[in-house]
């Protein structure tokens, strides 16, 4: 079955840039039908979408982010990468990767908490 | 930016009861609305895609609609494990995805 799961670091400094993988197994990360997105969740709040891959490498992120994102893929090792520079407490929050499908969101990791904090 | 517009932001509701959770866009996004439900600890799960398609496996309780800039989720017979958040999420034809505010169903 199509499995995701999260790995990198659970604790940063402010400044320092996240940097977190998400390994798929169970389908194609280079299949043309999907894309892998990034979503989080701060505490307390809803949730929020970070960016996007596509099949080709093209990446979207949310405006609100800025040049702060990047999205790549690794399709050696069946797994996407997202790097957040210059880190605030703001982005403290549960980071989940996704596989996308028909521009909804149907498969997700588990989670993983960051916590920005000096 | 196309905004997004979820309400109510709390839903009180009974075991067995009918439930409706409304989205509303900025501007046209027909068909890229999709619904997820969220209990605390767990990842998100699709519920509806494309508006109205329900997703291989979640109970036939759920259904959505809509078109345009205006989307319903209902929810039919509640059951206990039916209270949790709810999300809409919306594509804006373009590169942009967002998430509603989203709505905390409990139990009356």
């Known amino acids: 079955q199509v499995q995701l799961q999260e790995s990198g670091p659970g604790l940063l400094r402010p400044s320092e840039t996240l940097s977190l993988n998400c390994s798929v197994s169970g389908t194609s990360i280079n299949s043309a039908s999907y894309y892998w997105g990034w979503i989080r969740q701060p505490p307390g709040k809803g949730l929020e979408w970070i960016g996007s891959i596509t099949d080709y490498g093209t990446t979207y992120n949310d405006p609100s982010l800025k040049s702060r994102v990047s999205i790549s893929v690794d399709t050696s090792r069946s797994q996407f990468t997202l790097k957040l520079s210059s880190v605030t407490a703001a982005d403290t929050a549960v980071y989940y990767c996704?596989?996308?499908?028909?521009?909804?969101?149907?498969?997700w990791g588990q989670g993983t908490l960051v916590t920005v904090s000096s | 930016d196309v905004q997004m517009t979820q309400s109510p932001s709390t839903l009180s509701a009974s075991v067995g009861d009918t439930v409706t959770i409304t989205c509303r866009a900025s501007q046209n996004i027909s068909p890229w609305l999709a619904w997820y439900q969220h209990k605390p600890g767990k990842a998100p799960e699709l519920l509806i895609y494309?508006?109205?398609n329900l997703r291989s496996g979640v109970p036939s309780r759920f259904s959505g609609s809509g078109s345009g800039t205006e989307f319903t989720l209902t929810i039919t017979r509640l059951q206990p494990d039916d209270f949790a958040t709810y999300y809409c999420q919306l594509y804006d034809g373009y590169s942009i995805y967002t998430f509603g505010q989203g709505t905390n169903l409990e139990i009356k």
């Open positions: 494309k508006a109205s």
């Open positions: 996704a596989r996308q499908y028909l521009r909804s969101f149907d498969f």
